[in-house]
């Protein structure tokens, strides 16, 4: 029986969901040797022909003091363009699609690997978000609609008490409701309504909106019940 | 994903501890250590008792009966909260089936699998947790070490440094300096330092109101920093002086005997000094032998030390990756890793680890913001994601809001950590 228990532990393991490839800094390294010629990056880096991209992540376009940008990039930084790792996406397929009339004569690179590799090793010389916690995300999240092994834990109180463990941290399991609101006996289709709600971003609250998004539709089920039935 | 060689070993060691078990065990129950009672150490004892019903015989280590709280300190330092209200015992842990050992941990055999206290037991352990917070780098800031912490103190460790720390700001004499010396990164609670400025900032306003604050970082800029000098220009103009990295804030000597505090080669005679030095992983993480360097690097999945799959470190003193080190951060790691280790004993259900942090911060009465982020275990880390940040000039309303959801929090986190309060 226990072998049996520990087989399923790593069967769920093995059925872990992918992250979206984070990006392999080495070969972004490589990647970046066409870039070099006209920006610098890392300790040391200053502008040359092309600013230097320390603290890339998070700048507006044409952001950077004491470099002369040309008119297209200032137009894009003053309509908002910043630079994260969805732009730079776009940007480094193909520059000229983003702005116009810039010294950036670089034909953009086309393979969607390469651009998620040259990201990440880009993304070092940017804030860490272990020491300032707004900085840029360093992964793309996954969708939490889990694979069918995972899948067949649907309705698991168990799973749904694991989960609870994100919500209990700021949502008294004893049902406390000063600041920040009781959600133990919520009724189950009320529940499953909500999160959906902040899930799709049509009810306000940005932490909730942040929890809801990564919750897959089995898990706001399983969080349902476990917490329709809750006793102190 | 495949069934990798970490999944493959953690079934075998279930299979093989079970052989084992007559030989060892005296009570054929897996053992749990846990090193550290505050928000790792304590939620990871209480969810693998709580969790496994009687299954696993946790025992949790820690010298203190009554745990303090770092976070909310600062609202103490402000007269927001009292020094009870931060205050927490462990009876709530007993009554959740975990053994509360009030020692000092003092020794770790990973060869023996045992633990020694300082009062001369010796714990058997299958599964070792590490939660012990952080320890300061020794001569970080010139003219400063522990010795000197009653004189400076750096109130960082929360209990009788930071009533010391409020006692020497109500003896500040009329229009004196208050100095504060900012940690390097990465450091335990990134707004932290200036969440207390601003606490600080307000009882001055309140009964010291021609007093200054002086602030040495060596660092170019801080987590929420926009927020935080919006909150001081509107709240406390003129009274805090910021000097960052680009002035020489991180050439810093302190003279704990004369009470001076010199930035960049220019003295200032000043009535208090938070010194807040460097720092690194809670020692017993190092005696473990599981740091390299300052911290202990883990794996993101469940926590488990890189250098020894049975001992898992958790909160400020690990090397996780994209989290901040932070009580929120800690809880959300302890989780995770508590469900791992149930599984990795009794063979329960293991799921995918998911992780999440907020930081809330107060900077006036009413005045709350704050930072938060969720993040996922990948290879090499665990990774940010997603996260969101208060914005500057936002409504009195939200900022209500927010500070009274950060009240709420605490009452949440701490009953988490500790079993709710009867």
């Given at each position: ?8 532990a ?8 992918a ?41 507006k ?11 297209s990039?200032?137009?894009?930084g003053?309509?908002g ?14 520059p ?14 086309k393979?969607p ?9 880009l ?32 309705g ?22 000063d ?12 529940f ?14 940005p ?10 539709d ?15 | ?7 493959f ?9 079970t052989l084992?078990?007559?030989m ?7 053992r749990?250590v846990?090193?550290?009672?505050g928000?790792?150490g ?11 019903k009687g ?15 770092c ?20 009876g ?5 089936g ?7 941990a ?59 720390l ?27 330092p200036y ?12 009964n ?85 360097g ?9 926590m ?33 890793c508590?469900?791992?280790?149930r ?27 704050k ?22 000039g ?29």
């Amino acid at each position: 029986m226990r072998a049996l228990a520990a087989y399923l532990a790593a069967a769920a393991l093995a059925a872990l969901p992918a992250l979206a490839d984070p990006g392999d800094v080495e070969k972004g390294e490589k990647l970046f040797q066409q870039c070099k010629g006209c920006h610098q990056i890392g300790a040391g880096a200053t502008n040359r022909s092309g600013p230097h991209l320390n603290g890339l992540f998070g700048r507006k376009a044409a952001g950077l003091d004491g470099f002369r940008y040309s008119k297209s990039f200032q137009r894009a930084g003053a309509g908002g363009l910043e630079w994260h790792a969805e732009t730079l996406d776009v940007f480094l397929e193909n520059p000229r699609a983003m702005t116009s009339g810039t010294r950036m004569s670089f034909r953009g690179v086309k393979n969607p690997e390469d651009r998620t590799h040259l990201i990440a090793f880009l993304r070092q010389y940017s804030d860490d978000p272990a020491n300032i916690p707004e900085a840029d995300p360093t992964a793309q999240g996954i969708d939490h609609d889990l694979d069918p092994a995972i899948l067949a834990l649907v309705g698991d109180p168990e799973y749904g008490e694991y989960l609870s463990g994100e919500c209990t941290t700021c949502h008294q399991a004893a049902g406390g409701d000063d600041g920040i609101p009781s959600i133990t006996l919520w009724p189950e289709d009320q529940f499953v309504v909500a999160m959906h709600a902040y899930k799709s971003k049509q009810r306000n609250h940005p932490v909730m909106q942040m929890i809801a998004g990564r919750l897959g539709d089995e898990e706001i089920a399983a969080l349902a019940a476990y917490f329709k039935d809750l006793e102190n | 994903m495949t069934l990798n060689r970490r999944t493959f070993l953690g079934t075998s060691a279930v299979a093989a501890a079970t052989l084992a078990a007559p030989m060892v065990r005296a009570q054929g129950k897996p053992r749990v250590v846990v090193i550290g009672g505050g928000a790792g150490g304590a939620t990871a004892a209480r969810y693998i008792a709580k969790d496994s019903k009687g299954d696993i015989d946790v025992k949790l280590i820690e010298p203190t009966r009554t745990y303090y709280t770092c976070f909310f300190s600062n609202l103490y330092l402000g007269g927001f909260k009292t020094i009870d209200e931060i205050g927490h015992s462990y009876g709530g842990l007993a009554a959740a089936g975990v053994n509360v050992v009030h020692d000092w941990a003092v020794g770790v055999d990973r060869d023996t699998k045992t633990v020694t206290l300082a009062g001369g037991g010796t714990l058997q352990y299958d599964k070792l947790i590490l939660s012990p917070g952080i320890d300061f780098v020794d001569m970080a800031v010139p003219g400063w070490d522990i010795s000197a912490q009653n004189a400076m103190p750096h109130a960082y460790k929360a209990g009788s440094q930071t009533e010391l720390l409020k006692a020497q700001l109500k003896a500040m004499p009329e229009g004196g300096t208050f100095a504060m010396v900012a940690p390097p990164n990465p450091y335990r609670c990134p707004p932290g330092p200036y969440e207390r400025v601003s606490m600080v900032a307000h009882y001055l306003k309140l009964n010291n109101p021609t007093a200054k604050i002086i602030v040495a970082d060596p660092k170019p800029k801080f987590s929420k920093m926009a927020l935080f000098q919006e909150g001081w220009n509107n709240h406390y103009e003129g009274m805090v002086d910021w000097v960052g990295e680009d002035f020489g804030g991180g050439n810093v000597t302190v003279d704990p005997a004369a009470m001076t505090v010199s930035i960049d080669g220019e003295e200032t005679k000043v009535d208090v000094a938070n010194v807040i030095p460097a720092m690194k992983a809670g020692r017993i993480a190092d005696i473990a032998g599981v740091t390299d360097g300052n911290w202990a690097p883990v794996n993101a999945a469940d926590m488990s030390t890189k250098a020894d799959p049975d001992v898992y470190v958790l909160g400020d003193a690990s090397q996780q990756g994209d989290m901040p080190k932070s009580g929120f951060s800690a809880n959300s790691q302890a989780k995770v890793c508590a469900n791992a280790v149930r599984g990795a004993l009794t063979g329960s259900k293991v799921f995918p680890a998911k992780f999440s942090n907020t930081c809330w911060s107060l900077i006036e009465t009413n005045d709350g913001v704050k930072v938060g982020a969720t993040y996922e275990a990948t290879a090499e880390k665990i990774a940010k994601v997603d996260g969101f940040i208060s914005k500057t000039g936002e409504s009195a309303d939200v900022r209500k809001a927010t500070y009274e959801e950060s009240e709420g929090w605490y009452a949440g986190i701490t009953a988490d950590m500790f079993g709710a309060k009867a």
